[in-house]
């Protein structure tokens, strides 16, 4: 037992209302790094070689919450979704159980400026989406909710997921005011869910200003909504390197696809579809 307490990060405070993980010497070392970066380096290549890296890494630092992050994404890439959530979920709660009693989430910050704590949000973030992924929306938006919670700048996007999970719930009430909070913002999910909330409420008057917006962010989602079969879109290639997956461009097919299939149950209503149908 006092060699795992030995191995176990600290939550140290700062200034002000700022805390950060502080990591151990048998995790924050030049052996466990390099075992480390190997494993991320090798995903989406060789995930099961990957696997027994991690595992490998997870039996010397019991605490390594990074290590259990990356494992959760080779699981997936595996299609291991029972072995991919409780290690996810391990992760978390290894992350949660560093957290000291004088640490009080309502007024405590855990920002992602300091290096160390982006393995502990990070774990906040993989766990909502296996959530969000099987559909227990209500667990998702408490998970996302807590990370905003340690770093309101959230630089990781989640306040994206939160609304997608409050559009499949149907929640408009709070959807709506998660828009206004972040009235500038001009990611897809928010320029197209303030078009989709003004079409659902019926608020004519506006319409015509949010869908030049939204076409203006991504022309290609409209089609998308109204096609009978929806397929996925090739992955987007940098000319000259016809192996590689460049990711999603920002307003391109692929991500007007994305889009429609991270938002069925809202881009099925029939007030939507009957709206961008007349616009055809």
Not at 48 to 65: D, G, R
Not at 206 to 222: H, T
Request: include cysteine; hydrophobic fraction near 35%.
């Amino acid at each position: 037992m006092k060699q795992k307490a030995a191995n176990k990060p600290e939550v140290v405070h700062f200034q002000e209302n700022e805390w950060g993980f502080v990591f151990p010497p048998s995790i924050d070392n030049e052996q466990i790094y390099n075992q480390y970066w190997e494993g991320v380096q090798l995903l989406d290549y060789d995930d099961l070689a990957v696997e027994q890296i991690f595992k490998a890494v997870i039996k010397k630092c019991p605490y390594h919450i990074d290590a259990y992050n990356h494992l959760n994404i080779a699981f997936k890439n595996q299609k291991k979704p029972y072995e991919s959530f409780l290690t996810a979920e391990k992760a978390y709660l290894i992350g949660k159980s560093c957290l000291p009693k004088e640490f009080k989430p309502s007024k405590h910050k855990l920002h992602w400026s300091n290096l160390d704590n982006r393995p502990f949000l990070r774990s906040c973030h993989i766990l909502g989406m296996e959530y969000q992924d099987r559909k227990q929306y209500e667990e998702a938006i408490q998970l996302y909710s807590e990370i905003l919670g340690y770093n309101e700048d959230d630089h990781q996007g989640v306040r994206y997921l939160l609304l997608e999970c409050l559009f499949a719930l149907k929640d408009y009430k709070t959807a709506l005011q998660l828009l206004k909070k972040h009235k500038d913002d001009w990611g897809i999910e928010f320029v197209y869910g303030r078009l989709l909330l003004t079409i659902i409420n019926n608020e004519k008057e506006r319409l015509e200003s949010l869908l030049a917006d939204a076409v203006k962010r991504n022309k290609f989602v409209p089609e998308e909504i109204t096609k009978s079969k929806h397929i996925a879109p090739p992955p987007f290639r940098i000319p000259g390197e016809p192996y590689f997956d460049a990711g999603i461009p920002m307003g391109s097919i692929q991500e007007a696809y994305e889009y429609w299939k991270n938002n069925k149950s809202l881009l099925t209503d029939k007030r939507v579809k009957a709206f961008f149908n007349s616009i055809k």
